[in-house]
């Protein structure tokens, strides 16, 4: 082997942790031509788990380290959102689910080959402008080494409703929507891909949200049906952080919005819910 071949594998074994995912532009950037990288994948060196896609051997892929390697390596402002997020901080007792999906949420789609790879998960991909903006393009994502003397996550990624959620034995940062982010990105899934008696079962166990951070989402949340509905199943469960929210600074919008056919009618709030979802004690309006 030359010394430039032997040196340019140095330098790959210090860019590309084992296992993470990089594409051919990401190579081709760093100096790896077609001719190099097929090579690679000849002698074992790397393997292509999909068209475009490689990652340098180690152990069976999963979802977490194709997510990880588009925060980190590959620059995509993406995260594990909604359900996905809320299973992965100990609610997935209240989510019943069929299939196995990862739901992330970004500004822009992710590239097209993470639906190619080998996984038994499905990605589903939520736009999160109507909810929240463009708030994701100004967050600093933590880096895959993280400086161990810091304790705190930038603040623009605290003030975004977001987590690093450590993964693998290396503790590399996998980032999702914290529960006050991730419960509205589920709300926005009703009434078509989610259950309301799993959501209000899910509410009635959110009794340890961040009043701060809650009421932070609530006022950057875009998106009317959302926020009536998180106040609705709020008041439904009264949990002790609900009397911390300034409701005078979040809009709620006006007329009515029909979310169920047939349903029943909420005056507080103005929307239909089904009409078996069981009344509260102080629902006998």
């Known amino acids: 082997m030359s010394e430039q071949n032997a040196g340019k594998l140095n330098q790959l074994e210090r860019l590309l942790p084992e296992g993470l995912l990089v594409d051919s532009a990401w190579l081709t950037a760093r100096g790896y031509s077609t001719s190099l990288r097929a090579k690679y994948v000849a002698s074992g060196w790397l393997e292509q788990p999909a068209r ?3 990652r340098r051997p180690r152990g069976q892929l999963g979802w ?3 997510v990880i390697s588009l925060q980190t390596l ?3 402002r993406l995260v594990v959102g ?3 997020a809320l299973e992965l901080q100990g609610y997935a007792h209240y989510l019943t689910q069929n299939s ?5 949420h970004g500004s822009t789609k992710p590239p097209g080959w993470l639906t190619l790879l080998p996984l038994k998960e ?3 991909y939520r736009n999160s402008v109507p909810l929240f903006g463009s708030d994701l393009d100004a967050v600093a994502f933590p880096p895959l080494v993280r400086d161990r003397a810091r304790t705190q996550d930038d603040p623009s990624f605290q003030e975004a409703g977001l987590r690093a959620l450590s993964w ?13 982010r991730a419960i509205l990105e589920l709300l926005n899934e009703l009434p078509d891909h989610e259950s309301f008696h799993q959501v209000d079962m899910l509410m009635e166990g959110l009794s340890n949200l961040a009043p701060r951070r809650l009421h932070t989402m609530l006022v950057r949340c875009r998106n009317v049906k959302v926020k009536r509905l998180f ?3 709020a008041d439904r469960h009264r949990h002790a952080w609900l009397k911390h929210i300034e409701r005078a600074a979040i809009d709620l919008g006006s007329g009515k919005r029909m979310l169920v056919k047939d349903g029943r009618f909420d005056p507080a709030y103005q929307i239909t819910v089904p009409k078996d979802l069981p009344k509260q004690p102080d629902e006998a309006r």
Not at 168 to 180: I, M, V
């Open 64 to 66: 977490q380290q194709a």
């Open 82 to 84: 909604g359900r996905t």
């Open 74 to 76: 590959l620059g995509h």
């Open 168 to 180: 693998g034995q290396w503790d590399w940062p996998l980032t999702a929507s914290a529960p006050e």
């Open 122 to 124: 499905r990605f589903v």
């Open 52 to 54: 475009r896609v490689y």
């Open 100 to 104: 196995p999906e990862i739901h992330i």
């Open 231 to 233: 106040f609705f199943f």
